[in-house]
C-alpha cells in the first residue's frame, strides 16, 4: 500500500511540475510581447550587490539613477557605509521604497566590510558557487533577491532573482502557491527555464513584478495576466470596498420626541428658624410699702 501510495503522490508532482512548467512557458512569451530583455551591466561583485539593493521592487530606470546618485553624491563607499539610512534615502529617490532600499544598501556594505575589512568582493568568483551564495545570504542586509542576482550576474549560477513583485505575479498567474511566495523559493523555476534564458526572463520578469508593485490595480497589468491564464482573474488584487454609509434620514420623518425640561435644581430647605420664646412682659414691681413704726406709749 505504501508504494502505491508512493507512486500517486510522485505521478501528482510530476503532473503539477508539468502544469507548471507549461504556464511559465507561456508566461514567458507573453511578457516577450510586452517588454524588452534588459541587459546586465558589468559590474564588480560588491558593486553588483549595491545596484541590487536598488533594483528590488522597482524599475530599471529609477534604480540606474539611484544607484548613480549614490556612488556619486559620496566621497567613496566608506562615506555611505557611516551615513544615516535617512541620508541616504533622500539621494535614492524614485524607488519603490526608498528607505528599506537605502538601508539594505548600508547594512550589506556593513557586511562587506566587516567581512573583509576593505570593500572587495571579488574572491568569491574564486570560491565554490555554494560556498559563496551561503556567504552572501549571511550578510546583514541581503535577500533573495539580491543573493540571486549576484549568483547571475558576478558568479555565474543560474537562478532567477525573485522580489516581491516577481513572486506576486507568479502567484497570480498559478505559478507559485502561497507558501513558495512567503520562502521565496519557488519548486522547478530553474529547471523550467534554462541557464541561457535565464537573464533575459529574469528581466522581464521583473519588468513586470515592478509595474505590479507601482500600480496593483492597473488594467494594463491585470490585461497582461489574464493573458497568461483567465484563472488569474480570481487571485488579482483587488481595491478594499468601503462599507456604504447609511442614508442620512429626512428631518421631517424623524420621530418628533418630546423635549425633556430642564430640571431646576432642588431649592435647599431653609433652616428653620428658631422658636423665640415670647418675651415675658415685666410685671410691675410693686414698690415695697414702708413699714410703719409702731408708736409708742408713753410711760
Wanted: hydrophobic share 35%; with cysteine; net charge positive.
Amino acid at each position: 500500500m505504501r508504494r502505491v501510495d508512493s507512486t500517486i503522490e510522485n505521478e501528482v508532482k510530476r503532473m503539477a511540475n508539468t502544469n507548471r512548467s507549461n504556464l511559465l512557458g507561456k508566461l514567458h512569451k507573453v511578457l516577450r510581447k510586452h517588454f524588452k530583455p534588459m541587459p546586465q551591466a558589468e559590474r564588480p561583485v560588491l558593486e553588483q550587490l549595491l545596484f541590487a539593493c536598488c533594483l528590488e521592487n522597482s524599475r530599471y530606470e529609477a534604480a540606474e539613477q539611484a544607484y548613480a546618485a549614490v556612488s556619486t553624491s559620496f566621497f567613496d563607499w566608506n562615506e555611505v557605509r557611516v551615513s544615516t539610512a535617512k541620508e541616504l534615502a533622500e539621494v535614492m529617490r524614485g524607488l519603490a521604497d526608498s528607505l528599506a532600499s537605502a538601508t539594505a544598501l548600508k547594512q550589506t556594505l556593513q557586511s562587506a566590510f566587516e567581512a573583509t575589512y576593505s570593500f572587495d568582493l571579488e574572491a568569491m568568483k574564486k570560491q565554490n558557487l555554494g560556498q559563496a551564495v551561503q556567504r552572501l545570504t549571511k550578510f546583514a542586509g541581503t535577500t533573495p533577491f539580491t543573493v540571486g542576482y549576484v549568483t547571475q550576474a558576478s558568479l555565474g549560477g543560474h537562478a532567477i532573482p525573485l522580489d516581491r513583485g516577481a513572486l506576486e505575479v507568479l502567484h497570480i498567474v498559478g505559478c507559485a502557491t502561497e507558501a513558495e511566495v512567503k520562502s521565496a523559493e519557488v519548486s522547478g523555476l530553474e529547471r523550467a527555464i534554462p541557464k541561457n534564458k535565464g537573464v533575459e526572463f529574469g528581466s522581464l520578469l521583473h519588468q513586470l513584478g515592478a509595474e505590479l508593485v507601482a500600480s496593483p490595480f492597473s488594467p494594463n497589468v491585470h490585461k497582461i495576466l489574464l493573458e497568461v491564464t483567465p484563472d488569474a482573474k480570481d487571485r488579482l488584487p483587488k481595491r478594499s470596498q468601503k462599507k456604504p454609509e447609511p442614508p442620512p434620514v429626512e428631518k421631517s420623518k424623524k420621530a418628533a420626541l418630546p423635549e425633556k425640561k430642564k430640571e431646576e435644581p432642588k431649592k435647599k430647605p431653609a433652616p428653620a428658624a428658631k422658636a423665640v420664646p415670647p418675651k415675658v412682659k415685666a410685671s410691675a414691681k410693686k414698690k415695697p410699702e414702708p413699714t410703719k413704726l409702731a408708736k409708742r406709749k408713753p410711760r
